[in-house]
């Protein structure tokens, strides 16, 4: 039986009494859940969630196999909930810092600043956040590309820094991901967000 994934259960304060930061939970689908896509009839592995400013949630499925032709896993591609067959079992309840959507943000590292557009949740269960800058590229007039960063290593008016000590724990037990920032196009009007 499916549940619908994107619907806000409640609103809640962060329970750390000296926050002020809103925070919803969501019913999503587990990271980590095998399932079969309707559409295409593959089983796979649901490995990430998107949320973007809309609310939207989608998952990025990941289908058993090995592509002969080069020896790599087969491609991965972002899904809706209703394609998925999906048992009750493999859904839980995550909090959401949902007022950091729209805020401006900045990568405390490299100083990249602009509007979080979108949340990633990664399968050990930390979360990035898609930062687009504002402006567009002299030669092209195009927008400047956007990236994904840990949220713990960014800072803003609506996220809340932790200390040396709240950060090693958090690392520890959701760990970020290592190598390449997932890649991801501008999102849509019509829809979430999709990947290159």
């Known amino acids: ?38 559409a295409t009839g593959l089983q796979g592995t649901v490995t990430h969630w998107f949320l973007d400013m809309g609310k939207q949630v989608a998952y990025l499925f990941e289908p058993y196999g090995i592509n002969p032709e080069d020896g790599q896993p087969v491609k991965k591609f972002l899904v809706e909930l209703e394609r998925l067959v999906t048992t009750e079992n493999q859904f839980e309840e995550v909090e959401v810092p949902f007022e950091i959507i729209g805020s401006i943000v900045k990568h405390k590292a490299s100083g990249f600043t602009g509007m979080a557009i979108a949340f990633v949740r990664h399968t050990h269960g930390c979360f990035h956040v898609t930062v687009q800058p504002k402006g567009v590229l002299p030669r092209t007039n195009s927008p400047i590309k956007h990236a994904e960063f840990d949220l713990r290593e960014c800072s803003g008016e609506k996220i809340e820094e ?22 991801r196009e501008l999102p849509s009007t019509d829809g979430p967000i999709r990947p290159e």
């Open 1 to 38: 039986m499916a549940i619908n994934a994107t619907v806000i259960l409640n609103r809640q304060l962060h329970n750390n009494k000296t926050s002020n930061l809103d925070m919803r939970k969501i019913v999503v689908l587990k990271l980590g859940s095998v399932c079969i896509d309707k």
């Open 162 to 183: 932790m200390n040396a000590e709240q950060l090693q724990k958090s690392k520890e037990e959701q760990p970020s991901p290592t190598g390449d920032r997932f890649e």
